[in-house]
T-cell receptor, first 116, second 114 residues
Framework: GESVGLHLPTLSVQEGDNSIINCAYS??????FIWYKQESGKGPQFIID?????DKRQGQRVTVLLNKTVKHLSLQIAATQPGDSAVYFC???????????????FGKGTHLIIQP | ETGVTQSPTHLIKTRGQQVTLRCSSQ?????VSWYQQALGQGPQFIFQ???????GRGNFPPRFSGLQFPNYSSELNVNALELDDSALYLC?????????????FGPGTRLLVL
């Protein structure tokens, strides 16, 4: 089964509000986490990543928070815009797995809908 | 845009046939990973190629195979196609091994098996 999952399949927010998308992971060995945005008909687009030696990382209008104690990851999008409408995936990996690469493990995704 | 390109964009095949999908990695990237994304699901890792060799594989049968060329471009081959192989096939490239470097995805190839 998947080791990464999302709490809500759909999130609807008002334009201009902040959005928070949550993710739970189950593999305690994972030490690298990434958020991707996928628009309809396109491949996943890298948003931001975080390694396990950090608990917060900020980008342009986005912040990722990592809580290793409860194995929880969140993506905060400030001042949500219509262009933010997409499916958001969290993904996890192990940086040095000691053998062949395992690839990224993705959750099912959260569909972010922006209300005008 | 990531600079990762894939061809073709769409493909229709019948059950039992074979298919080859192609990926050109972003300039300077030596690692290519392939993922299968079923409708409404997250991508699932198929395998990764690093310096022309398979370096890691997900839970996919041997009829899924691949190649990486000296210019780091890659092919995904699927033999004996099944209906469940219908999906979006994504290629991602990175400067190094998955987990150590960020993976950047191409637009995907949409495969329909009838």
């Amino acid at each position: 089964g998947e080791s990464v999952g999302l709490h809500l399949p759909t999130l609807s927010v008002q334009e201009g509000d902040n959005s928070i998308i949550n993710c739970a992971y189950s593999n305690s060995a994972s030490d690298y986490f990434i958020w991707y945005k996928q628009e309809s008909g396109k491949g996943p687009q890298f948003i931001i990543d975080i390694r396990s030696n950090m608990d917060k990382r900020q980008g342009q209008r986005v912040t990722v928070l990592l809580n290793k104690t409860v194995k929880h990851l969140s993506l905060q999008i400030a001042a949500t815009q219509p262009g933010d409408s997409a499916v958001y995936f969290c993904a996890e990996n192990i940086m040095y797995s000691g053998g062949g690469a395992d690839g990224l493990t993705f959750g099912k995704g959260t569909h972010l809908i922006i209300q005008p | 845009e990531t600079g990762v390109t894939q061809s073709p964009t769409h493909l229709i095949k019948t059950r039992g046939q074979q298919v080859t999908l192609r990926c050109s990695s972003q300039s300077g990237h030596n690692t290519v990973s392939w993922y299968q994304q079923a409708l409404g699901q997250g991508p699932q890792f198929i395998f990764q190629y690093y310096r022309e060799e398979e370096n890691g594989r997900g839970n996919f049968p041997p009829r899924f195979s691949g190649l990486q060329f000296p210019n780091y471009s890659s092919e995904l081959n699927v033999n004996a196609l099944e209906l469940d192989d219908s999906a979006l096939y994504l290629c991602a490239s990175s400067l190094g091994l998955a987990g150590q470097e960020t993976q950047y995805f191409g637009p995907g190839t949409r495969l329909l098996v009838l």
